[in-house]
């Protein structure tokens, strides 16, 4: 099983709105990311986690706030976002070892919409 | 900083070969380079990656030039499914960082 889960494919929320995004996978990886893709860019990497524990984050604003509460869960709390923020956000997985090449599994994405 | 450089968009005939281009000047000799693709509405999905040697696998093959600045994924038949955007990544030595290029749309005509 190669799949990571995100869920929900879709989500419209106000900027008062606080919601979370959920990513899950079953392949025993222990580093997890979240990306963040606007309409017809590259995604561009906001976190990683490491055995549950944040090991990057790449200058995100607080209202976006990442939680890893076990080895095959990761999410994203969301809360008084902006318009702007609106875009597609990926969650993948990785093994951690030095020898593996950190291979990344991505799932499908939630479109988030802010209004 | 590592970079990527790949043109906006290729077209190709179904059945025939396509090779896709990607620059990478500022690479650091122990950064492997990593080619993903993304069909619509899914998330990226692994091609194929390497080093220093050229690389085969079910899918594609990988040509790196021998000073690593550049690299050339190459379809060998392309179909109508292979129509997607492809990143060329560098996957930065000792990080967990991918570094995405702009990507290439690649467009298959049947």
């Known amino acids: 099983d190669t799949e990571v889960t995100q869920t929900p494919k879709h989500l419209v929320m106000g900027m008062t709105n606080k919601k979370s995004l959920k990513c899950e996978q079953h392949?025993?990886?222990?580093?997890m990311y979240w990306y963040k893709q606007k309409a017809k860019k590259p995604p561009e990497l906001m976190f990683v986690?490491?055995?549950?524990?944040?090991?990057i984050n790449e200058s995100v604003p607080s209202r976006f706030s990442p939680e890893c509460p076990n080895s095959s869960l990761l999410n994203l709390h969301l809360h008084a976002l902006q318009p702007e923020d609106s875009a597609l956000y990926l969650c993948a997985s990785s093994q951690v070892s030095r020898q593996a090449l950190n291979i990344q599994y991505f799932g499908a994405g939630t479109r988030l919409s802010v209004l | 900083d590592a970079k990527t450089t790949q043109p906006n968009s290729m077209e190709s005939n179904e059945e025939e070969p396509v090779h896709l281009p990607c620059n990478h000047s500022?690479?650091?000799?122990?950064?492997?380079i990593h080619w993903y693709r993304q069909l619509p509405s899914q998330g990226p999905e692994y091609v194929i990656h390497g080093l220093t040697s050229n690389v085969n696998n079910r899918m594609a093959s990988l040509a790196i030039a021998e000073d690593r600045k550049s690299s050339t994924l190459i379809l060998h038949r392309a179909t109508l499914r292979d129509a997607a955007v492809y990143y060329c990544i560098l996957r930065l030595s000792g990080t967990y960082k991918y570094i995405f290029g702009t990507g290439t749309r690649l467009k298959v005509l049947a």
């Open positions: 986690y490491s055995y549950e524990k944040l090991s």
């Open positions: 500022t690479i650091s000799g122990t950064d492997y």
């Open positions: 392949m025993g990886h222990r580093a």
